[in-house]
């Protein structure tokens, strides 16, 4: 939780002239994401979310993360909506950041992850996919199999050695024998339950988009597995994977070679978690405004998934 | 900038049932406010504030704020008005706290204070203490002087022997000559310029009022002084002091004896703001989610205060 560029009113005020969406009624820090500063802009016009991108987000992939809303919100999918300046601009500098302002989502996360919320999101992640199908621009994923080790290497030395060995090896294994060829194309690859809505048990939305890039579609299923499937006690739930599945195959079939490797791939994404867990817990500072996770329970399902043979391991 | 207690959607679901203002559409933690939990809550019908009251506020205390808002809003004041539920309460549990909807109130807080935004604020400040006087609850100001001596004390052994001695005899003096029998009343007592909004240049609000008490009107003049006639380089403004406090006059002129003991009513309350500064520097753990404010820029003011001598200092 943290807003780390605060925005004076006459910043906003010179900012605001140059969109058509009238003036600034009220501005209120958000207290989520731990990436950029957001805050709930309301207008004699309405609510509006307004983002300035830290120093996390790499100014040149704005045309990439703004594009891709463009282009998924014209295809229906229930995405934040770049508005756009009188200058046809979805982004420009605010009180030193780059910022952008999008429609207001209405919606809840589920703070506790029922069943009933599984389909729907299978379902709302095959449509995106789908979706971004014929967007122009490409994002390679930064966090994919060759952006772990570089992570590993800067947590190393606080981790203890038969947890080290253990990476170690899932590392040596992954590097060697990552999985090519798969169906590709943008996924989210952080669609956590913190970046879905759901509004009268219907899924309402999904938000933050800034990791999403190219990768293979099944990749972006593992995620959800390991974000969705998981109990606070961190056991597998099967019931909730076979209706995420489920949910997914009845707007985007998965292929046979698919549904072969996502043991594989879900393994590799506990363990791409892990990794930037790992990394942010060792070098977080003690007094950072943002609350670290939890490195374990990635390493728990990473193990889950090691010992997992079949997709039929995983409900379906 | 914080929010302490999670709200899950089941639990805002059950807690909305009690009123009459629609289902939750949204909620968003806001990043401000030091004291409780904040949520901008959107409903079918529109905008609120979700307030949960976390440890430093006392329960027994919130019939006097909630009521004390009813008040003041029924009196034209532009203040968050509770929603009251089915019930007719104004608070009630949830996630384990007390909680309450008000209003949600359109408005900017300046970032940087400026002439034209203090003669506003001395009008509505004097609105404010015309608006309370016929409020029925009372409650003591637990900051006034009695209460500074254990604040100085619980940081005593953190302050260097000068500035120990300086801060003892004020207390000295101060515990000897406060001053008794002044025209009283409900004060707002923390009326800082985060909590006064504007909108197309006049002051649309006033907010926050969990700090306030039954004490004299002069003091409550006294901290608006110190809250918005200092400059960041904390040389004292004159030409807001006289926007501020003829602002005021216009609404309630203070008597002979007010303009006579101004001088040390802020003096007092510099040393009010510099103690519970003081008190929190030392006190809040170095990974705790609210910035500390420093204490120097208020012991600047309490100099300044000591050596003024009359009212015509503030430009009166």
Redesign the interface.
């Known amino acids: 939780?943290?807003?780390y560029t605060?925005?004076?009113?006459?910043e906003?005020e010179a900012f605001l002239a140059e969109y058509d969406i009238g003036?600034?009624?009220?501005?209120?820090?958000?207290?989520?994401g731990v990436e950029n500063s957001n805050y709930?802009l309301?207008t004699s016009r309405g609510?509006y979310f307004l983002t300035l991108y830290e120093k996390r987000v790499d100014p040149n992939d704005l045309p990439f993360f703004l594009g891709l809303l463009d282009h998924l919100a014209a295809r229906g999918i229930n995405c934040p909506q770049p508005i756009h300046g009188r200058d046809g601009k979805a982004y420009r500098p605010l009180a030193g950041r780059p910022a952008a302002i999008t429609t207001?989502?209405?919606?809840?996360?589920?703070?506790?992850i029922e069943v009933r919320h599984c389909a729907p999101v299978g379902e709302a992640l095959a449509g995106l996919h789908l979706a971004g199908q014929d967007f122009a621009l490409r994002r390679p994923n930064a966090l994919s199999v060759a952006g772990w080790r570089p992570l590993f290497d800067g947590a190393r030395r606080h981790i203890d050695n038969a947890l080290a060995a253990e990476l170690q090896a899932e590392l040596d294994f992954f590097e060697a024998s990552w999985p090519a060829g798969l169906p590709s194309g943008v996924i989210h690859a952080d669609l956590f339950s913190d970046n879905v809505?759901?509004?009268?048990d219907k899924l309402s939305g999904l938000i933050d988009f800034y990791f999403a890039c190219n990768d293979s579609f099944a990749y972006d299923v593992s995620v959800c597995l390991n974000a969705w499937c998981f109990e606070p006690d961190r056991a597998f739930n099967a019931t909730k994977a076979r209706a995420l599945l489920q949910g997914y195959c009845r707007v985007r079939p998965l292929s046979d070679r698919e549904r072969e490797l996502l043991p594989l791939l879900a393994r590799g994404s506990a363990l791409r978690f892990l990794m930037t867990r790992l990394y942010d817990w060792v070098h977080t500072p003690?007094?950072?405004?943002v609350k670290r996770k939890d490195p374990q329970e990635y390493l728990a399902r990473l193990r889950f998934h090691r010992a997992a043979a079949t997709i039929a391991d995983y409900g379906l």
Chains 1, 2 share one sequence.
Do not use: I, N
């Open positions: 939780m943290a807003v605060e925005v004076s009113d006459t906003l003036d600034a009624d009220a501005l209120k820090g958000v207290a989520e709930l309301t609510q207001f989502l209405h919606g809840l996360s589920p703070r506790r809505f759901f509004l009268h003690a007094d950072a405004l």
